[in-house]
């Protein structure tokens, strides 16, 4: 089994795993632990449209900020807070990723890491791709040590170099810590008054949920 790993987009055609650790994977994750499923939405008219129409949950950021007139941000302790059949989200990120993977397509980090690399390994027939959101086509350290985590349960696979170095990088935890603290991401969430997300999103293995995206809907994988 391949793994390697990807930035912005995806080009496998079999597993792929995208991760936005601050915040949009550990939203989802808490999001499906509370609502049935999750309508994840790149345009934010598109999103308030479907919200109506769901008589859905309106979550959403851009630039890390909360969307004015939505029910709540992209924020997994806010989502805590929410519960019914239907969440709809847009994030800067995240969700733009999704859109985009023409593999089966799961969503992970930190806090689901050990299942969704479990799930991802029985049925990936020869590949699985970590595809790391960044920001804006940019490089994001907590998405490379993320996928570092979830790497790190893959076993028996062939690892490329970029795969390879992100588990190497993901080993210490202390490091790994302070390095997501102090990321461009993260000093912006804080400026935000986001602290408390960024500590919760970087809980290791807090959910058993498999969030699995398709045209369009995110569920729990359940088979």
Request: proline share 2%; aromatic share 6%; charged share 25%.
């Amino acid at each position: 089994m391949l793994v390697s790993l990807s930035l912005d987009k995806s080009i496998s055609k079999d597993v792929a795993i995208m991760v936005d650790v601050l915040r949009a994977s550990a939203t989802i994750n808490v999001a499906l632990n509370n609502f049935n499923k999750v309508i994840a939405v790149k345009d934010k008219n598109k999103a308030i449209e479907l919200a109506k129409k769901y008589n859905a949950v309106l979550a959403g950021e851009r630039d890390g900020a909360p969307i004015p007139g939505f029910d709540t941000g992209n924020s997994p302790v806010a989502i805590q807070n929410f519960s019914g059949d239907t969440l709809v989200l847009t994030t800067t990120n995240g969700t733009r990723i999704l859109e985009g993977m023409k593999a089966t397509a799961m969503v992970g980090s930190f806090v689901n890491a050990k299942a969704v690399a479990q799930k991802a390994s029985e049925i990936a027939e020869d590949h699985i791709e970590i595809v790391m959101a960044g920001v804006r086509g940019r490089f994001a350290i907590e998405d490379f040590l993320g996928a570092g985590e979830i790497i790190s349960y893959l076993k028996n696979c062939e690892l490329d170099e970029m795969a390879m170095a992100a588990y190497m990088a993901s080993r210490d935890e202390k490091m790994v810590k302070n390095a997501i603290m102090n990321s461009r991401s993260s000093l912006t969430l804080q400026k935000l008054g986001f602290l408390e997300d960024i500590k919760f999103s970087i809980k290791k293995n807090i959910y058993d949920i498999i969030p699995i995206y398709e045209k369009g809907i995110i569920k729990n994988y359940t088979n």
